[in-house]
Nanobody, 121 residues
């Protein structure tokens, strides 16, 4: 069973920055993509950023130019650097490991425990 352990997050003022980390219990190269989602109360989780095994990245429009997703394969860790934070970024952030072709009996998705990010105005 893959485990994803998140760290980082917290309370920051508008314009501030935070870095989230997601450490996997096995090689992240086994996953098609590593992703960060966020969720606010009453809404579904929304994809924020993704990075492939080849380090191609993609972002939702609202965070482009402010957030950066990166990976350290040697440490089996994915990061989300969040700059120029605004109150609308307030949410619980979840790390996700996705396999496009999971083996039989294996899950396609694994999730971190979630971490709260709160941006005050």
């Amino acid at each position: 069973q893959v485990q994803l352990v998140q760290s980082g997050g917290g309370l920051v003022r508008t314009g501030g920055f935070l870095r989230l980390s997601c450490a996997a219990s096995e090689s992240i190269l086994r996953f098609t993509q590593m992703r960060w989602y966020r969720q606010v109360p009453g809404s579904s989780r929304k994809l924020v950023a993704s990075i492939t095994a080849g380090s191609s990245t993609d972002y939702t429009d609202s965070v482009k130019g402010r957030f950066t997703i990166s990976r350290d394969n040697a440490k089996n860790t994915v990061y989300l650097q969040m700059n120029s934070l605004i109150p609308e970024d307030t949410a619980v952030y979840y790390c996700n490991a996705f396999k496009a072709r999971p083996a039989w009996g294996e899950s396609a998705n694994y999730w971190g425990q979630g971490t709260q990010v709160t941006v005050s105005s």
